[in-house]
T-cell receptor, first 113, second 114 residues
Framework: EADIYQTPRYLVIGTGKKITLECSQT?????MYWYQQDPGMELHLIHY???????EKGDLSSESTVSRIRTEHFPLTLESARPSHTSQYLC????????????FGPGTRLTVT | AQTVTQSQPEMSVQEAETVTLSCTYD???????LFWYKQPPSRQMILVIR??????QNATENRFSVNFQKAAKSFSLKISDSQLGDAAMYFC???????????FGTGTRLAVRP
């Protein structure tokens, strides 16, 4: 399996709480991504980063924010969690290059009550 | 914009048999990559196979092979000698050669009957 890690794996939290989902990779990849995966399993890109201090919003609008202060670390934060944020969040990374594949973390399953 | 369509939400195959998962895509690009990813239950998504659009030869990885029809914009995955461990969600994905973002299909859930 790829060297990309996400914590926590499962999180149940009440409405209004601030949460941070952690993602780290040890492969030295410059590009990192956050996907939201619906209960129906479809994946939507919500954030991406091409390197340190670079962050962009993805195709699906999200109330979450991200930061990239270190190459290996790409945390996602929700300032005030709501039930509509209940989903699975997948982190991925890749190295620049035409043929480069994306490597995925195990995901965080978030439930907001 | 690119779109990827997987028209089979669920498929089932008998162990040791062969199954084909369908994927079609729409793009105006001429250079791109196509991927099949596998997501087992509660486990990480992994790459199964990759196809470069400029290559006419279909990609093969052990029991996994693709039928890439560029003109028809079709990219199906064939799994031979199916095993219980093949049970998973399978996602077809598209990437422009000049880009890095993936466009995913909606996935096909494959069940393998013992």
């Amino acid at each position: 399996e790829a060297d990309i890690y996400q914590t926590p794996r499962y999180l149940v939290i009440g409405t209004g709480k601030k949460i941070t989902l952690e993602c780290s990779q040890t492969m030295g990849h410059d590009k990192m991504y956050w996907y939201q995966q619906d209960p129906g399993m479809e994946l939507h890109l919500i954030h991406y980063s091409y390197g340190v201090n670079s962050t962009e919003k993805g195709d699906l609008s999200s109330e979450s924010t991200v930061s990239r202060i270190r190459t290996e670390h790409f945390p996602l934060t929700l300032e005030s969690a709501r039930p509509s944020h209940t989903s699975q969040y997948l982190c991925a990374s890749t190295m620049s290059g035409y043929e480069a594949e994306q490597y995925f973390g195990p995901g965080t399953r978030l439930t907001v009550t | 914009a690119q779109t990827v369509t997987q028209s089979q939400p669920e498929m089932s195959v008998q162990e040791a048999e062969t199954v084909t998962l369908s994927c079609t895509y729409d793009t105006s690009e001429s250079d791109y990559y196509l991927f099949w990813y596998k997501q087992p239950p509660s486990r990480q998504m992994i790459l199964v196979i990759r196809q470069e659009a400029y290559k006419q030869q279909n990609a093969t990885e052990n029991r996994f092979s693709v039928n890439f029809q560029k003109a028809a914009k079709s990219f199906s995955l064939k799994i031979s000698d199916s095993q219980l461990g093949d049970a998973a969600m399978y996602f077809c994905a598209f990437k422009k050669s000049s880009g890095d973002k993936l466009t995913f299909g909606t996935g096909t859930r494959l069940a393998v009957r013992p």
